[in-house]
């Protein structure tokens, strides 16, 4: 599913004669004077609003018409300080749109971003009667289910290289990218269980012999679904008399509710601790 399908279904509601969809090449979408977006061609020229946000309803079909109209989308890898996908998608169109390096060929159009980290997208432009509704439908469901950014996701990961160097140690963010996001947002409810510190001694070595006293230890529990940390503290007592492998394995986890039962705070309720799947995590989930 793409968008140059999407509206190639609706064109006689839409009123487009025709979508072109250009060629794919390495610099697509990348620099204003190379850039190459899809063009939907109208049967008859459309009265077009002024730029405005995905999420403005109120759009006014009171501008100039035209029988062009360009939809470029450009996916991006944000970070914590610069995710905001829509001040992204805004300034891109205005620049496109008022550069004299710009080869668009009309100035009519849409500036669709997509932030591949945060899951997110926006839009930006000047839009058509139908075309706003059309495009956020399409857009819901693309970022859910099309695998082509799934697989662009990947490729990114590898080329920064965000991967851990032990394979048991899943890192946060490759938790995310390998659950696919309708399996980690469903209604499944899903927990990531970092037990890496519920096990912690202290060494106390002597000539010729070496003890182990254990401390205190947490285990830190993460819920997607409401983004809700907690944090159960393990005492020392629970520990007594057992071996590091029947308190947890780090090789796999044989049964993760009875440790989060043995660690979990008084108020918590029973039905909480029946989940149906269990994530296990290393330190840098948090």
Not at 15 to 40: L, Y
Not at 74 to 83: K, L, V
Not at 122 to 151: R, T
């Amino acid at each position: 599913m793409d968008l140059c399908q999407v509206l190639g279904q609706e064109l006689d509601a839409l009123e487009i004669e025709r979508v072109q969809k250009e060629t794919i090449h390495p610099r697509k979408s990348c620099k204003m004077n190379s850039s190459c977006a899809d063009f939907p061609f109208a049967a008859h020229r459309w009265q077009m609003s002024k730029p405005s946000l995905f999420c403005e309803s109120k759009d006014v079909f009171d501008q100039k018409a035209s029988n062009k109209h360009w939809i470029d989308v450009q996916p991006r890898w944000g970070d914590y300080n610069s995710h905001d996908i829509e001040r992204y998608a805004r300034a891109k169109f205005m620049d496109y749109t008022t550069h004299n390096l710009s080869i668009y060929r009309s100035r009519t159009g849409v500036m669709i971003g997509l932030d591949l980290v945060y899951n997110l997208h926006s839009a930006f432009g000047k839009w058509f009667p139908g075309s706003k509704p059309l495009l956020q439908q399409a857009l819901n469901k693309i970022m859910k289910l099309n695998h082509a950014l799934y697989v662009l996701r990947e490729r990114i990961r590898k080329g920064l290289q965000l991967y851990s160097s032990e394979p048991t140690a899943h890192r946060a963010i490759s938790v995310f990218i390998e659950l696919r996001y309708r399996d980690i947002f469903s209604n499944q409810i899903v927990w990531f269980v970092d037990d890496t510190n519920v096990y912690r001694v202290t060494i106390h070595k002597t000539e010729g012999n070496m003890t182990a006293k254990p401390i205190n230890g947490a285990i830190f529990i993460f819920n997607p679904r409401t983004g809700q940390p907690t944090i159960s503290e393990g005492h020392p007592h629970k520990c007594m008399g057992r071996t590091k492998q029947v308190i947890v394995t780090r090789k796999g986890m044989l049964d993760p509710l009875e440790v989060k039962a043995n660690y979990c705070d008084k108020g918590m309720s029973k039905q909480h601790l029946h989940r149906r799947q269990i994530c296990v995590s290393g330190p840098s989930l948090l």
